[in-house]
């Protein structure tokens, strides 16, 4: 059973910093994948940054240059920090690890609220 416990979520104004953190337990193989992502009120869930074990990342347009996603990978680790932070950034912000072990696994966590006033 895979466990993601995210932190670092709060409260910030337009133009602030957040790092967020999330550590991941359990039987994880080496070779994975761990991201971000965020779901707004009313949309849909989307990708924000994720990165492979070998630190292969990918962000998207919105946050390019604004977000930085690192991975521990000893510590299953995984940061997003997160700079120049405008009110769209404001959303839930969920950990996602995935690794194959004979079918896909893609395992979740919590989330934690993210808020950015303007």
């Known amino acids: 059973q895979v466990k993601l416990v995210e932190s670092g979520g709060g409260l910030v104004q337009a133009g602030g910093s957040l790092r967020l953190s999330c550590a991941a337990s359990?039987?994880?193989?080496?070779?994975?994948?761990m991201g971000w992502y965020r779901q707004a009120p009313g949309k849909q869930r989307e990708l924000v940054a994720s990165?492979?074990?070998?630190?292969?990342?990918n962000y998207a347009d919105s946050v390019k240059g604004r977000f930085t996603i690192s991975r521990d990978n000893a510590k299953n680790t995984v940061y997003l920090q997160m700079n120049s932070l405008k009110p769209e950034d404001t959303a839930v912000y969920y950990c996602n690890v995935e690794f194959h072990r004979i079918v896909r696994i893609s395992a979740w966590g919590q989330g934690t609220q993210v808020t950015v006033s303007s």
């Open positions: 359990g039987s994880i193989p080496s070779v994975n994948v």
């Open positions: 990165i492979t074990n070998g630190g292969t990342t």
